[in-house]
């Protein structure tokens, strides 16, 4: 099922500003059509009220009856005009029928009369919606009291022409403002992201190789915000960029020299060999400073690898990892190495089962490096053993030797690549061992400690944190 489509920032502002805009529009058209209706109610209501008062003062009391001076023309004049006609009945409570319309909607069940003030309601005269004015007057002598309704009413057709019409007229400059205000919101919505567009255009048009800061002049807060943080991550990557630069540019120096050593001592080679008499121990030295070379180069070369593998950009997947029986097979697999060199190399006794959560190949680099500094630095005759011990929640890797170890003022630099020192002269090494611990560790969210080991030597801590024991 494909992801739903985001709406653009600028989509997003117009719908937030005009749909309230939309609301209220409907709501002011609402409001303004009651208003409307309510205006064109008083004027009928008014209308009705004088005609039921004018058609009362024509009834007038006569001996015990009444008498209606309502002449035709009048009536005509009345019933003259067909779509705003005039309807009226005159009665006398409670249904005597005198005078015009015997269909008139009666009064409402429940209403309270109130001798001459009008009452007003809505009904319906063959099948056709009216407004209707009720006023009760008192007729007759003192000895014989009677009261009289005077009914008019009037269709709702003009009311609610009258209503429309009122209406459109509010509504329509309404609608014109509510226009102009949408384009005045979309104009300015675009002004207001011309510098986001401004700064799109300066990282579009930027070459990958320059990661000078942005210069965004005369910007809002909030762009100059975004621009801060874009020059702090160029800053970064920059930084990042210069370090690959210097570090290649140190390995290619550390690569040169092993290199240019193997062309010399072969190129010594091949001259001993063109001799008549060859000198067999100089061709012997000569060939195996030929392999101490390519030996050199090929572990400078596997150690610049392990270290592309331990960068933070590099892919790493993380699975459960025994890390007793990886410290017991990378010392298994050093041992011979350790014994051309006169070394005593062993594994104190560890745990069964120690489970971490880790990379196989990393961790394999991560304890094989710190096993071949130390036989790498110790002079022939010395002791090296590893240890794995259980602390519970962590599990410590430790490897001890009784070797020249690293002055504590050094401590700290001899993680960085390529540096070696005071162990410039005393081992092979190529200054990169304990920079790959260091980025592998980091990787595993593990922690490297330097140590003295009493009464000579050194001592290597990593401290992993356990997921659990089998």
């Not at 209706?37 to 209308?47: K, P």
């Not at 081992?427 to 009493?454: F, M, P, S, Y």
Request: hydrophobic residues 40%.
């Amino acid at each position: 099922m494909a992801a739903p489509r985001k709406l653009s920032l600028r989509r997003q502002l117009l719908v937030w500003l005009l749909l309230p805009q939309l609301v209220l529009w409907l709501a002011a058209a609402f409001v303004s059509y009651s208003v409307a209706l309510r205006y064109a109610n008083e004027v009928i209501d008014r209308s009705l009220a004088e005609s039921s008062r004018a058609l009362a003062r024509q009834v007038k009391p006569f001996g015990d009856g009444l008498y209606i001076d309502f002449p035709r023309a009048a009536r005509e004049i009345l019933e003259e005009d067909p779509s705003d006609r005039l309807y009226y009945m005159v009665s006398t409570p409670p249904g005597a029928f005198i005078l015009g319309e015997k269909d008139l909607p009666p009064t409402p069940n429940g209403f309270a009369r109130q001798f001459g003030h009008p009452y007003f309601y809505d009904g319906t005269l063959r099948g056709r919606p009216v407004r209707v004015a009720a006023l009760y007057l008192r007729v007759g002598s003192e000895g014989r009291p009677q009261s009289m309704l005077v009914q008019v009413a009037k269709s709702t057709t003009l009311r609610t022409q009258l209503a429309r019409d009122i209406f459109v007229d509010t509504v329509m400059p309404l609608s014109m403002l509510m226009i102009l205000t949408s384009v005045l919101v979309w104009a300015g919505i675009s002004r207001g992201l011309s510098p986001l567009r401004h700064l799109r255009r300066l990282v579009e048009n930027r070459s990958p190789r320059d990661l000078a800061p942005l210069e965004v002049e005369d910007a809002p807060a909030e762009v100059r915000t975004l621009t801060r943080a874009i020059n702090t991550l160029l800053g970064e990557v920059n930084t990042q960029v210069a370090a690959q630069r210097r570090f290649i540019a140190d390995a290619a120096h550390q690569l040169r020299t092993p290199l240019a050593g193997l062309k010399s001592q072969t190129e010594l080679a091949r001259g001993e060999l063109a001799s008549i008499e060859p000198d067999r121990q100089a061709l012997t030295q000569r060939l195996g400073q030929i392999e101490t070379s390519v030996g050199r180069a090929i572990r400078m070369v596997n150690q610049l690898l392990a270290l592309a593998r331990a960068e933070p950009e590099a892919p790493l997947t993380l699975a459960p990892l025994d890390l007793a029986r990886l410290a017991r097979e990378c010392t298994m697999e050093a041992v011979p190495r350790a014994l051309a060199r006169g070394i005593d190399l062993g594994l104190d006794e560890a745990p069964h089962h120690l489970l971490i959560s880790g990379h196989e190949a990393l961790l394999r680099e991560l304890i094989g490096n710190l096993i071949d500094n130390a036989i790498q630095y110790c002079p022939p005759g010395s002791e090296i053993g590893v240890r794995v011990i259980d602390e519970h929640n962590t599990a410590r890797v430790e490897v001890r030797d009784n070797g020249p170890g690293i002055p504590a003022e050094e401590r700290e630099r001899v993680f960085e690549r390529f540096y070696r020192g005071r162990m410039e002269g005393q081992g092979k090494g190529c200054g990169l061992g304990l920079a790959i611990v260091q980025e592998i560790a980091r990787r595993h969210q593990a922690q490297v400690t330097l140590d003295e080991n009493t009464p000579q030597g050194l001592v290597v801590t990593v401290r992993f944190r356990l997921t659990g024991a089998v």
